[in-house]
């Protein structure tokens, strides 16, 4: 026999409710009081799906509080999940895809997070990819708990404002050096 898994939050024959989640029994007491322990217990509303994935990006915020405590950990986990691939500083050169490059595997290398396609992009949005996958990266919920994965998002958020600094600063050199009056100094 091979009984069906439902998933939290899906539809449920079984129950005369007709939901998988059940209410606590009458008298029931919180296992749990801590707001952490809230947000990595609490169940994700947005589907793997392009709908899914449209709605997490324009609706999806974080619940933790922007502080060194988060960003520190969050750090430390990108050092620990992301560094491989995305690189220390988030330019998708991380050692994984230095070793792909070399042996010409191109279609690996993820987008730097100063990159058009990727400083705009809001939380939600990078929650998404790490709760569902994005491309070649696959899902890190199973490795990352809610909030560790919130706290990798504080983290790469700094990484995509120091990138963009960055480039605002290549930018603005690049325009000084080509600016007529700077060769006259030369």
């Given at each position: 026999y091979y009984s069906p898994a439902y998933k939290p939050?899906?539809?449920?024959?079984?129950?005369?409710?007709?939901?998988?989640?059940?209410?606590?029994?009458?008298?029931?007491?919180?296992?749990?009081?801590?707001?952490?322990?809230?947000?990595?217990?609490?169940p994700f509303p947005y589907e793997d799906t392009p709908e899914g994935r449209e709605a997490?990006?324009?609706?999806?915020?974080?619940?933790?509080?922007?502080?060194?405590?988060h960003l520190d950990e969050g750090k430390r986990l990108y050092e620990v999940y992301c560094i491989a691939c995305h690189g220390k500083e988030g330019k998708g050169d991380g050692s994984v895809?230095?070793?792909?490059?070399?042996?010409?595997?191109?279609?690996?290398?993820?987008?730097?997070y100063n990159s058009d396609q990727l400083k705009g992009i809001s939380e939600g949005q990078i929650y998404y990819a790490m709760q569902y996958g994005k491309g070649n990266m696959g899902s890190y919920a199973s490795q990352a708990n809610?909030?560790?994965?919130?706290?990798?998002?504080?983290?790469?958020?700094?990484?995509?404002?120091?990138?963009?600094?960055?480039?605002?600063?290549?930018?603005?050199?690049?325009?000084?050096?080509?600016?007529?009056?700077?060769?006259?100094?030369?």
């Open positions: 939050g899906e539809a449920n024959p079984n129950y005369e409710n007709g939901t998988t989640n059940q209410e606590p029994v009458e008298g029931t007491v919180a296992h749990t009081d801590e707001a952490l322990d809230k947000i990595n217990f609490a997490a990006i324009a609706e999806l915020k974080s619940p933790l509080e922007r502080n060194y405590f895809v230095k070793i792909l490059l070399e042996k010409d595997n191109y279609g690996l290398q993820p987008p730097a809610a909030v560790e994965r919130w706290q990798i998002v504080q983290y790469v958020q700094t990484l995509q404002q120091l990138g963009a600094e960055e480039a605002e600063e290549t930018d603005a050199e690049t325009t000084e050096a080509a600016s007529p009056d700077s060769t006259a100094a030369n």
